[in-house]
Each structure stands twice: as C-alpha cells, then as structure tokens.
C-alpha cells in the first residue's frame, strides 16, 4: 500500500506544502515505488532510506509528525495486527491506516484515522485533516497511548507464559505470575 502512500502525499502537497514522506526498508518492491515518485514528480517530498538497526527505528519514528498504515485490504492483511501501529502508539505519534478488521479491533475510532485502503484521496484528506487541527493530533495520540497499554510486551508476555503453562498442563495457582 505504499503506493496509495505516495499518491496521498501528492495530493496532499497541494494544500501541505511541507508534507514529507519518508519510506526506510529494502525489498523488491522499491524499483516501482522509486519510479512512482519520479511519474509522479515527488522527489522533493519522497524520500527512501536503507534499512537501520533496530536501535535506530526511535529514532526514524520520532523524526516524523503522524504514522501512515496502508495496508491493502487482500483478504490476509485485513486480519494483520501491524507492529507499527504499536510503535506509532508507545512514540505519541498519530496514525493514519487502512480501515482494516485488526485495526479496528486495537483502536477506537478516535485514536486513528481509517481510511479505505484503495483511495489515496481518503489519505490525503486525513493527512491534510491532521494538518490543520493540532488539537484532534494531540487527542488521537492520546486515545491511542491508552489504547496501547493492553498490548505492551510486558502484559502480553505474562499472558503468553501463562498459556503456554496451561498448555504443558503445568497451570500455576497465582496466573499473574
């Protein structure tokens, strides 16, 4: 879905002259996601960057005003819990993704922008939305933080030791442990 991404930033340069869209990783599809930019004439607001070390992904996080999440709806990314919805969330920056089930099911309506996964439009109406009220980007972070908390490692950690204890028949008395 980075493809609607760039679209959407498009879009959105119109009314956000100092929108940027900063894509980091590696894979086969770059070749057309570069081409796209060039088509498209972006080059000065798209930008690509290598992948980094895990300890350095704070770092490219918090360099950006808002997360983007464009996940085609395919039948299996419907059902992805994307991990940086989850990194958008803990680093208090406000998201826009795909109306997808899994998104759906970790946020309430207020702590993200869904929008329809095919319509670039709809992206960069959000884009533009965040842009223009810093208030509604200061609550949706909010609302997301909180939502979050149940997701943390160290609570979903616990719960994934307690089950595989009760698989192994090995139930504890006390599950908080």
Known sequence: GLDTAIRAIVLAHSVV??????????????????QLVLDLEA???VAFRDSSAPDKLVDFVVHGDAGIIPYRCDGFAELVLPTKAYEFAWM??????SDTVALRSMFRPDAIILC??????AFAEAIIDLYEHPEKRAYMVECAFEDYQPYRWEVMARQYQVLLLKLCGKQREDSSE
């Open 43 to 45: 080059q000065e607001y």
């Open 17 to 34: 002259p100092h929108v940027r869209l900063d894509i980091q990783g590696r894979g086969s599809h770059l070749p057309f996601l570069k």
């Open 116 to 121: 329809d996964p095919a319509s670039a439009e």
């Open 92 to 97: 208090q920056r406000p998201m826009i993704g």
